[in-house]
Protein backbone atom coordinates (compact mmCIF):
# COMPACT_ATOMS: atom_id res chain seq x y z
CA UNK A 1 0.00 0.00 0.00
CA UNK A 2 2.81 2.69 0.87
CA UNK A 3 4.65 0.98 -2.11
CA UNK A 4 1.16 2.59 -4.45
CA UNK A 5 1.32 5.83 -2.39
CA UNK A 6 4.84 6.62 -3.11
CA UNK A 7 4.71 5.83 -6.57
CA UNK A 8 1.83 7.64 -6.67
CA UNK A 9 3.07 10.94 -4.94
CA UNK A 10 6.10 10.32 -7.64
CA UNK A 11 3.94 10.27 -10.43
CA UNK A 12 2.10 13.73 -9.42
CA UNK A 13 4.99 15.26 -8.30
CA UNK A 14 6.42 14.50 -11.69
CA UNK A 15 3.00 15.68 -13.57
CA UNK A 16 3.04 18.85 -11.45
CA UNK A 17 6.37 19.46 -12.07
CA UNK A 18 5.71 19.48 -15.97
CA UNK A 19 2.38 21.38 -15.68
CA UNK A 20 4.35 24.10 -14.22
CA UNK A 21 7.15 23.69 -16.93
CA UNK A 22 4.39 24.26 -19.95
CA UNK A 23 2.82 27.12 -17.66
CA UNK A 24 6.00 28.68 -17.38
CA UNK A 25 6.88 28.30 -21.28
CA UNK A 26 3.40 29.26 -21.70
CA UNK A 27 3.40 32.64 -19.98
CA UNK A 28 6.84 33.13 -21.28
CA UNK A 29 5.73 32.73 -24.90
CA UNK A 30 2.90 35.14 -24.13
CA UNK A 31 4.80 38.04 -22.70
CA UNK A 32 7.02 37.65 -26.19
CA UNK A 33 4.19 37.50 -28.22
CA UNK A 34 2.31 39.69 -26.61
CA UNK A 35 4.76 42.57 -27.21
CA UNK A 36 4.82 41.72 -30.81
CA UNK A 37 1.18 40.85 -31.39
CA UNK A 38 0.20 43.38 -28.60
CA UNK A 39 2.27 45.81 -30.53
CA UNK A 40 0.55 45.21 -34.35
CA UNK A 41 -2.60 44.75 -32.30
CA UNK A 42 -2.28 48.60 -30.99
CA UNK A 43 -0.51 49.35 -34.56
CA UNK A 44 -3.23 47.94 -36.88
CA UNK A 45 -6.29 50.08 -35.37
CA UNK A 46 -4.57 53.17 -35.05
CA UNK A 47 -2.82 52.46 -38.95
CA UNK A 48 -6.74 51.31 -40.38
CA UNK A 49 -8.30 54.37 -38.03
CA UNK A 50 -6.01 56.59 -40.00
CA UNK A 51 -6.59 55.44 -43.32
CA UNK A 52 -10.13 57.20 -43.71
CA UNK A 53 -8.81 59.73 -40.99
CA UNK A 54 -5.81 60.35 -43.98
CA UNK A 55 -8.48 60.52 -46.42
CA UNK A 56 -10.36 63.20 -44.55
CA UNK A 57 -13.75 60.85 -43.71
CA UNK A 58 -14.73 62.50 -46.93
CA UNK A 59 -18.36 61.71 -48.04
CA UNK A 60 -20.28 61.82 -51.16
CA UNK A 61 -20.88 65.51 -51.05
CA UNK A 62 -17.26 65.70 -51.25
CA UNK A 63 -16.63 63.97 -54.55
CA UNK A 64 -19.97 65.95 -56.06
CA UNK A 65 -18.06 68.90 -54.94
CA UNK A 66 -14.61 68.47 -56.30
CA UNK A 67 -15.65 66.64 -59.47
CA UNK A 68 -17.84 69.27 -60.52
CA UNK A 69 -15.73 72.03 -58.68
CA UNK A 70 -12.66 70.87 -61.23
CA UNK A 71 -14.30 71.58 -64.77
CA UNK A 72 -15.83 74.96 -62.92
CA UNK A 73 -12.91 76.48 -62.22
CA UNK A 74 -10.79 75.23 -65.18
CA UNK A 75 -13.75 77.19 -67.29
CA UNK A 76 -13.04 80.47 -65.01
CA UNK A 77 -9.71 80.07 -65.64
CA UNK A 78 -10.32 79.54 -70.04
CA UNK A 79 -12.10 82.71 -69.40
CA UNK A 80 -9.74 84.53 -67.60
CA UNK A 81 -7.03 83.69 -69.93
CA UNK A 82 -8.69 85.57 -72.79
CA UNK A 83 -7.78 88.78 -70.82
CA UNK A 84 -4.63 89.73 -70.79
CA UNK A 85 -5.43 90.27 -74.77
CA UNK A 86 -8.51 91.21 -74.86
CA UNK A 87 -9.80 93.32 -71.91
CA UNK A 88 -9.39 97.31 -72.18
CA UNK A 89 -10.30 97.72 -68.09
CA UNK A 90 -6.63 97.25 -66.55
CA UNK A 91 -9.44 96.63 -63.29
CA UNK A 92 -10.86 93.66 -65.32
CA UNK A 93 -7.12 92.41 -66.28
CA UNK A 94 -6.45 93.01 -62.47
CA UNK A 95 -9.88 90.21 -61.91
CA UNK A 96 -8.76 87.57 -64.36
CA UNK A 97 -5.55 87.17 -62.85
CA UNK A 98 -6.19 87.17 -59.42
CA UNK A 99 -8.95 84.67 -60.26
CA UNK A 100 -6.23 82.51 -61.89
CA UNK A 101 -4.10 82.62 -59.19
CA UNK A 102 -6.65 81.88 -56.88
CA UNK A 103 -8.37 79.06 -58.84
CA UNK A 104 -5.10 76.82 -60.55
CA UNK A 105 -4.15 75.78 -56.91
CA UNK A 106 -7.70 75.09 -55.91
CA UNK A 107 -7.94 72.39 -59.13
CA UNK A 108 -5.05 70.97 -58.36
CA UNK A 109 -5.51 70.39 -54.90
CA UNK A 110 -9.46 68.64 -55.74
CA UNK A 111 -7.58 66.58 -57.98
CA UNK A 112 -5.42 65.34 -55.42
CA UNK A 113 -8.26 64.75 -53.27
CA UNK A 114 -10.12 62.90 -55.81
CA UNK A 115 -7.05 60.61 -56.52
CA UNK A 116 -6.18 60.04 -53.08
CA UNK A 117 -9.90 58.50 -52.59
CA UNK A 118 -10.13 56.82 -55.33
CA UNK A 119 -12.46 58.70 -57.57
CA UNK A 120 -11.55 59.58 -61.48
CA UNK A 121 -10.72 62.99 -61.94
CA UNK A 122 -12.46 64.57 -64.56
CA UNK A 123 -10.23 64.85 -68.02
CA UNK A 124 -9.21 68.20 -69.76
CA UNK A 125 -11.87 69.28 -72.09
CA UNK A 126 -14.16 66.93 -70.34
CA UNK A 127 -16.27 69.78 -68.92
CA UNK A 128 -18.79 70.40 -72.44
CA UNK A 129 -19.92 66.87 -71.75
CA UNK A 130 -19.56 66.20 -67.58
CA UNK A 131 -20.94 69.69 -67.21
CA UNK A 132 -24.31 70.23 -68.44
CA UNK A 133 -26.40 71.79 -66.37
CA UNK A 134 -24.00 72.95 -64.15
CA UNK A 135 -24.75 76.17 -62.13
CA UNK A 136 -22.99 78.97 -63.71
CA UNK A 137 -21.24 77.29 -66.50
CA UNK A 138 -21.09 79.06 -69.90
CA UNK A 139 -22.35 77.33 -73.25
CA UNK A 140 -20.21 76.50 -75.89
CA UNK A 141 -21.74 79.24 -77.67
CA UNK A 142 -21.14 81.94 -74.86
CA UNK A 143 -17.49 80.41 -74.83
CA UNK A 144 -17.28 81.64 -78.56
CA UNK A 145 -19.10 84.94 -77.89
CA UNK A 146 -16.32 85.99 -75.10
CA UNK A 147 -13.47 84.80 -77.56
CA UNK A 148 -14.66 86.56 -80.58
CA UNK A 149 -15.06 90.32 -78.54
CA UNK A 150 -12.70 92.63 -77.58
CA UNK A 151 -11.99 96.24 -75.75
CA UNK A 152 -15.18 97.37 -73.79
CA UNK A 153 -17.15 94.73 -75.41
CA UNK A 154 -15.36 91.62 -73.54
CA UNK A 155 -15.07 93.78 -70.91
CA UNK A 156 -18.82 93.66 -70.29
CA UNK A 157 -19.03 90.39 -71.49
CA UNK A 158 -16.31 88.87 -69.23
CA UNK A 159 -18.05 90.54 -66.60
CA UNK A 160 -21.72 89.18 -66.95
CA UNK A 161 -20.62 86.07 -67.52
CA UNK A 162 -18.06 85.63 -64.64
CA UNK A 163 -20.83 87.24 -62.14
CA UNK A 164 -23.03 84.36 -63.25
CA UNK A 165 -20.05 82.24 -63.19
CA UNK A 166 -18.82 82.42 -59.97
CA UNK A 167 -22.96 82.67 -58.60
CA UNK A 168 -22.55 78.73 -59.87
CA UNK A 169 -19.80 78.33 -57.87
CA UNK A 170 -21.14 80.20 -54.29
CA UNK A 171 -23.88 77.81 -54.89
CA UNK A 172 -21.93 74.83 -55.47
CA UNK A 173 -19.59 76.00 -52.37
CA UNK A 174 -22.42 76.65 -49.99
CA UNK A 175 -23.60 72.90 -51.31
CA UNK A 176 -20.48 71.66 -49.39
CA UNK A 177 -20.87 73.65 -46.52
CA UNK A 178 -23.87 72.04 -45.73
CA UNK A 179 -23.51 68.73 -46.98
CA UNK A 180 -19.85 67.82 -47.43
CA UNK A 181 -17.62 66.28 -44.00
CA UNK A 182 -14.20 66.35 -45.68
CA UNK A 183 -12.56 69.37 -43.67
CA UNK A 184 -10.45 70.87 -46.51
CA UNK A 185 -12.84 70.89 -48.47
CA UNK A 186 -15.40 72.41 -46.65
CA UNK A 187 -12.55 75.19 -45.94
CA UNK A 188 -11.71 75.70 -49.61
CA UNK A 189 -15.88 76.25 -50.00
CA UNK A 190 -15.76 78.42 -47.69
CA UNK A 191 -12.85 80.49 -49.29
CA UNK A 192 -14.80 80.66 -52.83
CA UNK A 193 -17.94 81.87 -50.82
CA UNK A 194 -16.10 84.73 -49.83
CA UNK A 195 -13.73 85.46 -52.24
CA UNK A 196 -16.22 85.24 -54.88
CA UNK A 197 -18.82 87.23 -53.71
CA UNK A 198 -16.60 89.64 -53.10
CA UNK A 199 -15.63 90.18 -56.74
CA UNK A 200 -19.28 89.27 -58.02
CA UNK A 201 -20.06 92.66 -55.93
CA UNK A 202 -16.27 94.19 -57.65
CA UNK A 203 -17.99 93.59 -60.96
CA UNK A 204 -20.93 94.64 -60.18
CA UNK A 205 -19.49 98.02 -59.14
CA UNK A 206 -17.36 98.18 -62.27
CA UNK A 207 -20.57 97.75 -64.46
CA UNK A 208 -21.87 101.34 -62.50
CA UNK A 209 -24.45 98.81 -60.29
CA UNK A 210 -24.81 98.55 -56.73
Do not use: Y
Request: hydrophobic share 40%; net charge negative; aromatic share 4%.
Amino acid sequence: MSVNRSVFRRSAAVFAAGAAAVVLAACGGSDDSSAGHDGHRSASPSVSASAPAAQGQHNAADVVFATGMIPHHRQAVEMASLAPSRAESPEVKKLAEDIKKAQDPEIKSLSGWLASWGEPVPAEGAMDHSSHGMAGMMSPEEMDKLKDSSGKAFDTAFMEMMIKHHEGAVDMAKTEQARGSFPEAKTMAQGIITSQTAEIAQMNMLRGKS
